[in-house]
């Protein structure tokens, strides 16, 4: 190549330092041993896609040596490694290997690593799903029990036409680093996954993390999934699915209930009970947010009931019944099936009579048969009835401990947002790819790992960008160019835009277009960013 010449740096330096921090390289080398072809370890193959995957440009791996030409690869990777060596059969043989030793197992002495070297020691870990759609076709059933099936089943992305595979996370609530992972088959039912979680992972997780709570959604309130984690002496804090009886029941009490004011618009009432065996602590809370939110839609949604009320009414008004008893028992069967509309209902008489057309004078009726009719109208005490339940929902926690306040148990259950901050990134379409394009299923298995191990890099730089800038009293500016210590990694990614090699000669590099914000970043985070960039 002629000089001089240039290479693309940017931020792929950051990305790259944190995983020689952490010994990346190293820890996957030594679980999985040495690459047959002798060219770039495993470990480096893995380092090469969490690069390309924080690259945001959803490269497919037959681009990947493509994506890496214009990169300085011996900074970043290391000595000798070259683009053409980031093929297509090398990261398929790397994502083959992944999955023969297990991806479950690996990411976890991953999450383990990083977790105990930022020091995160977080009040709680959360557990959550998600899918990916798949742009292929469907793997056999008879397949390998132990691999996942690419198959239709509940959409997050609202694509239930596609095939897909869904994605189970437990992440740590300090920064959403994902401290587990494991993938799951398309048609996969959140509560049956989260119950081989639980019964599997949860303990040794709860022994590494030393974790307080383990947090869900409605998914993981199971009897079975709640008498294990109470057989092994793990607190929860987990949504009630509404459907239950109790709480519906409870939901129907809330009028009379003496709520108490918490933070943030939100007020509850504690209520004690039992459920699976498992004596809980159910916290009843209303939202103001989510009542004014949901004040909007009732009007639609009882006009809409309203309409589904007048249409199985006139249906049933020109029903034949033989005796006024069976009309009477209808009309009572479809009051009971309505939520908010009634009706001034009663059963009238219809002579029958003999052939068609308009009875003759004086002509008697061989018969008298019964119809219903009415008048619908929705009582305005079923309209305020459901205004007052606007807004409300339960959750539940086996710790019954006086320590556990109501705002404590609510801003704990509320932190499982890291983990769907998580997916969002995750599914972002700059990111890796929304849709998977391989076709083995054991490939996509070790993909999910990987786009995993992406998530973890980035949100773990993003704390410890945070906490150094804290630390060390510095700062980077914000977008409006004003002084902050909470920028997040993609901006800080953004600001490192345009940083580049130049090759001058054989024996001299110079980093360009370095400005003194990226200069506080590297300083912040230390010698391997600095010996990178320098």
Avoid at 203 to 220: E, H, I, M, P, W
Avoid at 503 to 508: E, F, K, R
Wanted: aromatic share 8%.
């Amino acid at each position: 190549m002629p000089n001089p010449f240039t290479k693309t740096l940017e931020h792929h330096g950051l990305v790259a330092g944190f995983c020689h921090e952490i010994q990346l390289v190293d820890l996957i080398d030594r679980k999985l041993g040495q690459s047959n072809d002798r060219t770039l370890s495993f470990g480096q193959l893995v380092l090469a896609m969490v690069i390309n995957g924080l690259g945001f440009t959803g490269r497919t791996l037959h681009m990947y040596s493509e994506y890496f030409k214009d990169k300085p690869l011996e900074r970043l990777i290391g000595e000798g490694v070259k683009a053409e060596q980031i093929n297509d059969d090398a990261l398929g043989r790397c994502l083959d290997k992944l999955y023969e030793f297990g991806v479950s197992s690996l990411y976890q002495d991953l999450g383990e690593t990083v977790v105990s070297h930022l020091g995160l020691g977080g009040e709680s870990l959360h557990l959550d799903s998600t899918s990916f759609h798949y742009d292929g076709q469907s793997n056999d059933v008879d397949d390998d029990v132990n691999t996942i099936h690419i198959a239709k089943g509940y959409s997050r992305d609202h694509r239930p036409d596609l095939n897909q595979v869904v994605l189970n996370l437990i992440c740590e609530n300090q920064s959403g680093i994902p401290v587990y992972m494991k993938p799951a088959s398309g048609n996969c039912n959140d509560m049956d996954g989260f119950k081989k979680i639980v019964k599997a992972h949860v303990n040794s997780l709860k022994a590494a993390q030393r974790c307080r709570y383990l947090v869900g959604d409605a998914a993981l309130y199971v009897q079975e999934s709640l008498s294990h984690l109470q057989q092994i002496n793990q607190l929860f804090i987990t949504r009630v699915p509404q459907t239950l009886k109790e709480a519906k029941t409870l939901i129907k009490l809330a009028p009379t209930l003496s709520f108490t004011p918490l933070s943030s618009g939100y007020e509850g009432v504690f209520h004690e009970c039992e459920y699976g065996g498992v004596k809980q602590k159910w916290l009843l809370v209303r939202s103001e947010q989510a009542a004014k939110r949901e004040t909007h839609t009732l009007s639609k949604r009882m006009h809409k009931q309203a309409e589904q009320a007048r249409k199985s009414f006139k249906q049933l008004s020109q029903k034949i019944f033989a005796c006024e008893g069976d009309a009477q028992k209808s009309l009572e069967e479809w009051k009971k099936k309505q939520i908010l509309c009634d009706v001034e209902g009663q059963v009238e008489q219809v002579p029958a009579f003999a052939g068609k057309g308009r009875p003759k004078k004086n002509e008697n009726p061989i018969r008298i048969d019964y119809q219903i009719t009415g008048r619908l109208f929705t009582p305005l005490a079923r309209r305020q009835a459901a205004l007052e339940q606007l807004g409300l929902f339960i959750i539940a926690t086996n710790d019954m401990s006086e320590a556990l306040t109501m705002d404590k148990m609510l801003s704990t259950y509320k932190s499982q947002q890291s983990v769907e901050k998580g997916f969002r990134f995750l599914k972002s379409p700059d990111f890796l790819t929304n849709a998977i394009f391989l076709k083995k299923p054991e490939r996509i298995e070790a993909l999910l790992m990987v786009m995993t191990v992406c998530l973890m890099v980035y949100a773990a730089l993003e704390h410890q960008i945070r906490k150094q800038l804290v630390e060390q009293e510095q700062y980077f500016p914000d977008m409006k160019y004003k002084p902050h210590q909470k920028p997040t990694a993609r901006w800080v990614f953004q600001c490192f835009q345009g940083v580049t090699i130049m090759y001058i000669n054989q024996d001299t590099e110079i980093v360009a277009n370095l400005e003194d914000r990226n200069h506080t970043i590297i300083d912040c985070l230390g010698y391997h960013y600095q010996k990178i960039y320098s």
